[in-house]
C-alpha cells in the first residue's frame, strides 16, 4: 500500500481553504467530505481488509451524534467530555450487533445491518429520547478557549486532524500481530485459527473498530451541524458510504479519501448541475451516479486510488531488495520434552462425513525427537488424520492427547497453543501478505500487544521481535531473497518452505507436514532435508505425510501406513518396504 | 382486540407474508444460481405496480421506454461478448432475443391505451413491458462482471437499486398509486370478512408456488438450475450454459416481483420506492431461510406478515422496528446451530 502520497493530499487539503477567493460554501463540502471520510475508513477496515460487508455505518455514526447531542442539550456535559462517551456508545452498539452476526457467513452481516439500519432509523424517528422525526437542535458548538468553532472555516482544522490521526492509527493497526490477524481473515480464517489466532474475534475487533471511526464522525457532525435528525443516519447513508469506500478503492486507506471526497463533491454539483441541465426536477443525481459505480465496478473493480497510483509507482521506488529487520532480542521459548519421551497417543481416532468413513480406528504414538512418516495411497485419509489432530475436524470417535492433555474436539487455535504446528496440503497463505508477514502470522501465539498498543505505536519493541523471529525462520528455508515479494507470487514449493517457516515461528513441539516436498526440486528437496534431520536433531519431532518414498524413507525414523481409513502397518522404514500388505496396496496384489 | 380484529390482522398477515414469500422465493432462486444478491427486486415490485396504474389511468409508462432501452443495450451486450465468433444467424439470434421482448411489451401497451382493455389484459401488459428489464440487466450489467465476489456482485446491485429508484421517480412521480382490484367481491365466512382480492393473492401464490415446484422438479431446464444452485462449476463442465440459468433466474425473478407488486398494488397504495422496503422484508425472510431453503423462506415470509399486521394494530409508529427485529432471534439460532463459519477463499 503506497502511504507516501497520503501525507501531501492531507497537506494540499489543509492548504487549500487559504486560496484567495475559495468559496465558503466549498470548505463547508470539504467539511462534510471529510466526516465521510472517517467513516468509510472504518469501511476499508472491514470490508477491504477484513472482507466483512457493512450496510450499516450509519447507525454507528447515529449513536455518536446522539449520544453527545443527548449529553450536551440535556445534561449540561462539556461537548469534549461528550467525545469519550460519543465513542463508548458507538462502539458498545458494533460490540453488541457484531457479536450477534459475525459468527455467520459474510453475507449475514451485510443484510442484517441492512436491517439493523432500518431499524434504527425507525427507532430514532419514533422515541422520545431522540424528539422523534424533529431531532435535537441547539446543541452547543466545540468551543476553544474562547473561540467557538461554529464557522465551517474554523471547524475543518479539526476535522483534517481527526482525519489524518485515525489515518495514521488504521495504518499502525494493519501493520501489525493484531493487523496480520485482521489481513487473514480474508482468505486465510483456517490457516490463522491454525496458529492461534481467534478469527471471530479479529472480525470483532475490525467491526468495532469501524464503529467508533463512525463514532467519532458522528460526534463531530453533531457539533458542526449543531443539530441533529434521523435523516442522516438512514440506511441510504449507509449505502452511500460504502459507495465511496468501494469506487475510491476498498483496499487502500488512500481510496476512503478520495472516494469521500469525490462522492461528496460530484453529488453536490450535479444535484445543482443535472436539473438546470434537464430543466426538470428530481433525483437524477442518483442515477446517474448508481450507473457511474457499476460501470466503475465493471473496469475497475479495485477502485480508483489504484488507478491513479499507477504512475506514481515510481515514487515509492523500485522494490528494494529483501532487507533483514533490526536484531532483537530472541524471544523466549517452551521447555521441550526430553528425548525418548512419549508427547502423543492418538487411540481408535475415527472420522465420519455421512456415511463415508474417512478415518476409521487409527492409533499410534509419537515420541519426542522422532521424524515418523504417515504414509498411503491416495485417498486413506493421512490428510483427514491431520485435521484431526490439530482440530481442524473433530473426531467421531476415538482420543488424543497431547503431553497428557486430552484434545481431541479441542478448536484448532487451543491446539496450537499447546505448541503443534502444521503446514497445509493445498498450501494456505494470505493473499497481499508479504512472505515476512506471512511467516510473522505463525508467530501470533508469542507476542501479546493488542489493538490499543499497536495503534499507539507502543508494540514496536514486540513487533521487532516477532519480526526477527520470522526472519530468522525464513533465513532456515532459504527464503531470504524473497521475503519482501507477496507469498503468492512464490512458486509453488516455495510457498510449501512458507508455511514451514510459519509453521517454525509457534515454536513448536510437535511439527505437522502436510507433503512439505511436493512442487519441490531435486536441490529443494535435498536442503528441506537436512532441514528436517537439523530440527531433529535440535529436539523436534515431526510428523509427515509424503508421496516421495526415497525421501520419506530416508528420512524417517518409522512409519504408519494407512488404507481406506484404517491403519494397514506401522514399523521401522525397512520393514514397511517388506511388509506384504503395503505392498500390495501400492502396487495392488498379484490377480 | 376481539375476534373480527384478530381474524382481519391474521388475513392480513398471510395476504401480506404471501408477497414476502413470493419475493423471497425470487432472492433465493437469484442467489443460488448467480451468487447475486439482487437488491433491486423492490424496484421490479414499484414498476409492475405502477406501470399497471399508469395504463389504467390511460397514460404511456416510461418503463416501456426503459425495457426498450435495456433490450437494446442486451443486444449490444451480448454481441459484443460474443464478438470473437459471431455467425449471421448467431447476430439474428442476440437482436431478436432482446429486441422482441421489447417490442412486444411496447406493442401491448399501446393496444391497451388505444382500444382501452379490461383489466387482466392491462396485469399481462404490465408484466410484458417489466420483466424483459430483468434478464435484460443481467446482460447489460452483471454478466461483464459475473466473475467478481459476492460483495462486488452486492454493490453493483445496490448501484443499480439506486439508479432504478431515480427512474423511478421519474417516471411515476412522487405520488402513490393503488391499482383496481381483481375481484370486488367480500366473502362472509363465520365472523371473518374475506376480501375477493386477498383470496386471489393467495392463490395466485400457491399457483406459482407449485409451478416452480414442479419446473425444478420436472424440467430439463429446472435441473439444469438446480444443479448450478449447488455447483457452478461442476455444471458447466456437464455444459449447463451459466448465461442460460442466469436468463432465467432473472426472468423467474423479475417476473414474479413485477407480478408481487401488482397484486398488493390492490390493497395498499404503492409509490417509487415502496418496493424497496416490501423487498427487504423479503430479504429478511430469505435470510431466514439461510438463503437457500426454499420452504424456510416461506415460512419466514408468512411470520413477517403476522408480526407486520400486529405490530401495525398494537404498536404502529414501531412496526418496522418489530419487523425487522425478527431476525435477532434467527440470527442467534444460526449462530448457534452452526459451527463459527471460516469463510476460506474469496467467496
Redesign the interface.
Known amino acids: 500500500m503506497p502511504h507516501r502520497l497520503l501525507l501531501p493530499l492531507l497537506a494540499a487539503l489543509a492548504l487549500l481553504p487559504l486560496l484567495p477567493g475559495f468559496p465558503p460554501f466549498w470548505v463547508t463540502l470539504l467539511c462534510y467530505a471529510g466526516l465521510a471520510a472517517l467513516v468509510a475508513l472504518g469501511l476499508v477496515v472491514l ?1 477491504g481488509v477484513a ?1 466483512l ?1 457493512s ?1 450499516g455505518q450509519a447507525i454507528f455514526v447515529g449513536f455518536g451524534a446522539y449520544a453527545s447531542a443527548i449529553l450536551t442539550t440535556r445534561h449540561g456535559v462539556s461537548p469534549w467530555a461528550a467525545l469519550p462517551a460519543a465513542l463508548l456508545a458507538a462502539g458498545v452498539m458494533a460490540a453488541l450487533i457484531g457479536a ?2 459475525l ?6 452481516l ?3 445491518t ?3 439500519n ?2 434504527f432509523y ?2 430514532a424517528a ?1 422515541l422520545d429520547l431522540t424528539q422523534r422525526n424533529d431531532g435535537i437542535s441547539g446543541i452547543p458548538p466545540l468551543r476553544l478557549g474562547e473561540t467557538a468553532l461554529t464557522e465551517a472555516r474554523a471547524f475543518y482544522p479539526l476535522v483534517l486532524l481527526c482525519l489524518g490521526l485515525a489515518l495514521l492509527a488504521t495504518r499502525n493497526l494493519l501493520d501489525s500481530r493484531v493487523g496480520r490477524a485482521i489481513r487473514a ?3 486465510g ?2 490457516a490463522a ?1 491454525s496458529f492461534g489466532v481467534d ?2 474475534r479479529a472480525k470483532l475487533l475490525a467491526f468495532i473498530y469501524a464503529g467508533l471511526l463512525a463514532g467519532l464522525s458522528g460526534w463531530l457532525y453533531a457539533h458542526l451541524q449543531r443539530a441533529v435528525n434521523p435523516s442522516p443516519f438512514s440506511l441510504t447513508m449507509s ?1 452511500d458510504y ?2 465511496m469506500a ?1 469506487a475510491g478503492g476498498v483496499q487502500h486507506l488512500g481510496g476512503a479519501l478520495l472516494g469521500a471526497l469525490l462522492v461528496t463533491l460530484l453529488r453536490d454539483q450535479l444535484q445543482s448541475l443535472l436539473p438546470a441541465l434537464l430543466g ?1 426536477q ?6 446517474v ?3 457511474a ?2 460501470m466503475l ?2 473496469g475497475a ?1 479495485q477502485g480508483l486510488w489504484p488507478l491513479l497510483m499507477r504512475p506514481f509507482a515510481r515514487w515509492n521506488g523500485p522494490r528494494a531488495a529483501a532487507t533483514p529487520p533490526p536484531a532483537a532480542a530472541p524471544l523466549p521459548q517452551r521447555a521441550r520434552p526430553a528425548p525418548g519421551t512419549e508427547i502423543l497417543r492418538a487411540e481408535d481416532l475415527q472420522k465420519r462425513f455421512g456415511g463415508l468413513v474417512a478415518v476409521n480406528g487409527v492409533g499410534f504414538h509419537l515420541e519426542a525427537g522422532e521424524v515418523v512418516g504417515l504414509i498411503g495411497p491416495n485417498g486413506a485419509g493421512k490428510s483427514t488424520t491431520f485435521n484431526l489432530l490439530t482440530g481442524v475436524l473433530a473426531p467421531t470417535r476415538g482420543a488424543v492427547r497431547f503431553l497428557g492433555t486430552p484434545i481431541a474436539g479441542l478448536p484448532a487455535r487451543r491446539i496450537a497453543t499447546l505448541g503443534i504446528a502444521r503446514s497445509f496440503q493445498h498450501v494456505k497463505l494470505v493473499h497481499g501478505m508479504s512472505v515476512l508477514e506471512n511467516v510473522a502470522l505463525g508467530a501470533h501465539l508469542r507476542g501479546r500487544a493488542g489493538a490499543l498498543r499497536a495503534a499507539l505505536r507502543l508494540d514496536r519493541a514486540e513487533e521487532a521481535r516477532l519480526l526477527a523471529l520470522a526472519w530468522a525462520q525464513i533465513e532456515r528455508v532459504g527464503l531470504a531473497a524473497v521475503a519482501h515479494l507477496p507469498a503468492d507470487s512464490l512458486a509453488l514449493g516455495q510457498q510449501r518452505l512458507v508455511e514451514i517457516a510459519r509453521a517454525l515461528c509457534l515454536d513448536p513441539v510437535l511439527l505437522l507436514l502436510d507433503e512439505p516436498a511436493a512442487g519441490l526440486r531435486h536441490l529443494e528437496k535435498a536442503a528441506l532435508s537436512c532441514l528436517l534431520d537439523r530440527l531433529r536433531a535440535e529436539g523436534m519431532t515431526i510428523l509427515l505425510v509424503e508421496h516421495d518414498m526415497d525421501f520419506v524413507m530416508s528420512l524417517t525414523d518409522r512409519l504408519v501406513v494407512m488404507n481406506f481409513g484404517a491403519e494397514l502397518a506401522q514399523g521401522r522404514p525397512r520393514e514397511i518396504q517388506r511388509n506384504p500388505a503395503v505392498i500390495d496396496a501400492y502396487l495392488g496384489s498379484a490377480a | 382486540m376481539d375476534l373480527s380484529i384478530l381474524l382481519v390482522l391474521v388475513q392480513d398477515g398471510i395476504v401480506n407474508g404471501a408477497i414476502y414469500g413470493l419475493l423471497a422465493l425470487a432472492l433465493v432462486i437469484v442467489f443460488t444460481v448467480t451468487r447475486i ?1 439482487w437488491v433491486p427486486i423492490g424496484e421490479f415490485v414499484s414498476f409492475g405496480a405502477l406501470t399497471l396504474a399508469m395504463l389504467e389511468a390511460g397514460q404511456m409508462p416510461g418503463t416501456v421506454a426503459l425495457t426498450a432501452l435495456l433490450g437494446l443495450g442486451a443486444a449490444a451486450a451480448r454481441l459484443w461478448a460474443a464478438r470473437a465468433r459471431l455467425t449471421p444467424a448467431g447476430v439474428a439470434r442476440c437482436l431478436l432475443t432482446a429486441l422482441l421482448p421489447a417490442g412486444l411489451a411496447a406493442l401491448l401497451a399501446w393496444a391497451c391505451l388505444a382500444w382501452g382493455a379490461p383489466q387482466p389484459l392491462r396485469i399481462l401488459a404490465a408484466l410484458a413491458i417489466v420483466t424483459p428489464m430483468a434478464p435484460f440487466l443481467y446482460d447489460t ?1 452483471y454478466r ?2 459475473a466473475g ?1 465476489s ?3 456482485l ?3 446491485s ?10 423511478g ?2 417516471f411515476f412521480g412522487a405520488e402513490g398509486s393503488r391499482t383496481e382490484s381483481l375481484a370486488d367481491s367480500l366473502l362472509e365466512i363465520g365472523p371473518l370478512l374475506v376480501t375477493g382480492q386477498s383470496l386471489i393473492i393467495l392463490a395466485v401464490t400457491l399457483v406459482l408456488i407449485a409451478a416452480l415446484a414442479l419446473f425444478f422438479g420436472h424440467t430439463l431446464l429446472g435441473k439444469a438450475l438446480r444443479a448450478t444452485a449447488v455447483n457452478r462449476l461442476g455444471a458447466r463442465l456437464v455444459a449447463i450454459p451459466p448465461a442460460l440459468c442466469g436468463h432465467v433466474a432473472f426472468t423467474l425473478a423479475g417476473g414474479i416481483a413485477a407480478l408481487g407488486g401488482i397484486l398488493i398494488s390492490a390493497t395498499t397504495t404503492l409509490y417509487y420506492d415502496t418496493g424497496f ?1 416490501i423487498a ?1 422484508k423479503g ?2 425472510a430469505a ?1 431466514i431461510g439461510g ?1 437457500a431453503s426454499y420452504p424456510l423462506a416461506a415460512l419466514g415470509a408468512l411470520l413477517i406478515g403476522l408480526v407486520e399486521s400486529f405490530a401495525a394494530f398494537n404498536a404502529s ?5 418489530l419487523v ?2 425478527i ?2 432471534p434467527v ?2 439460532w ?2 448457534w446451530r ?1 459451527p ?8
Open positions: 470490508t472482507g460487508t450496510f450477534l452476526t459468527r455467520l457467513r459474510g453475507h449475514y451485510a443484510i442484517a441492512i436491517a439493523w432500518v431499524s425507525y427507532l419514533n481473515l480474508r482468505g480464517a483456517l485459527e478469527t471471530y449505502i460504502l459507495l468501494v426538470a428530481g433525483n437524477f443525481e442518483s442515477i451516479f448508481g450507473l459505480l457499476v465496478l465493471q473493480p | 444478491i450489467l461483464p462482471m467478481a459476492v460483495l462486488v452486492l454493490i453493483a445496490v448501484a443499480l437499486h439506486l439508479a432504478l429508484q431515480g427512474l421517480l421519474i422496503l427487504l430479504f429478511v435470510v438463503l409508529a414501531f412496526k418496522e422496528v425487522f427485529m431476525i435477532i440470527l442467534l444460526r449462530s452452526m463459527a463459519a471460516l469463510d476460506e477463499g474469496e467467496e
